[in-house]
C-alpha cells in the first residue's frame, strides 16, 4: 500500500465521522472514536471489528494500521490508570495535538460499510468499487427514464 494519501483518499477519508482529519500520511481520529475503541476492546471485540464498523476496515487503511493506533490506545488508556491526575497526549495516530484541537462531539452510530473489493487493503479499490456501484446505478436511472417517457408518450 502506499504510503501517502492523494486527495481522493484524502476526501474519503475525511467524510468519516470517526476521522477528524486527514494528512498526506496519518489519519487523526476523534476522541470519541478513541474512546470507543477502548470501551469496546474491553469488551472482548477485535479492534479490526471496531474500525469495520466506523467504515474504516482493513479495505481502507490496512490491518497494521488498525493493530497499531488500537494497541497505542489501549496501552496510553492503561498508563492513564496507573498514573492518576494524567493528561490525555493528543496523539491520534498521528503528532501531538493542542488541547482545543482534541475536542470532538459524541460519535455518532455508524452504518454498516463493506464495499466489495478484490484488492485487500487499498483504498483504490474501495474507489473503484463505489465508482462501479454509481455507472450501474446511472444506467438504471437512465433505463427508468425511458421507460417513464414511453409511458408518457403512450397515453
Known amino acids: ?14 467524510r468519516i465521522p470517526a476521522v477528524r482529519m486527514v494528512s498526506r500520511r496519518r489519519i487523526y ?20 471489528a471496531i474500525f469495520e464498523s466506523a467504515g474504516l476496515g482493513p479495505r481502507v487503511i490496512g490491518l497494521k494500521r488498525i493493530e497499531r493506533c488500537a494497541a497505542r490506545w489501549l496501552q496510553e488508556d492503561d498508563e492513564d490508570e496507573s498514573e492518576p491526575g494524567a493528561e490525555d497526549s493528543g496523539i491520534a495516530c498521528g503528532h501531538g495535538l493542542g488541547a482545543d484541537e482534541r475536542q470532538s462531539p459524541p460519535m455518532p452510530p455508524y452504518p454498516p460499510y463493506r464495499p466489495r473489493v478484490t484488492s485487500k487493503y487499498s483504498v483504490e479499490a474501495v474507489l473503484l468499487a463505489y465508482r462501479e456501484r454509481i455507472d450501474r446505478l446511472e444506467k438504471r436511472v437512465e433505463e427508468l427514464e425511458r421507460v417513464a417517457l414511453a409511458r408518457t408518450a403512450a397515453r
Open 29 to 48: 481520529y476523534t476522541d470519541a472514536f478513541r474512546e470507543e475503541i477502548r470501551r469496546r476492546s474491553k469488551a472482548g471485540e477485535s479492534a479490526k
Open 1 to 14: 500500500m502506499n504510503t501517502e494519501f492523494d486527495d481522493e483518499q484524502m476526501a474519503l477519508l475525511n
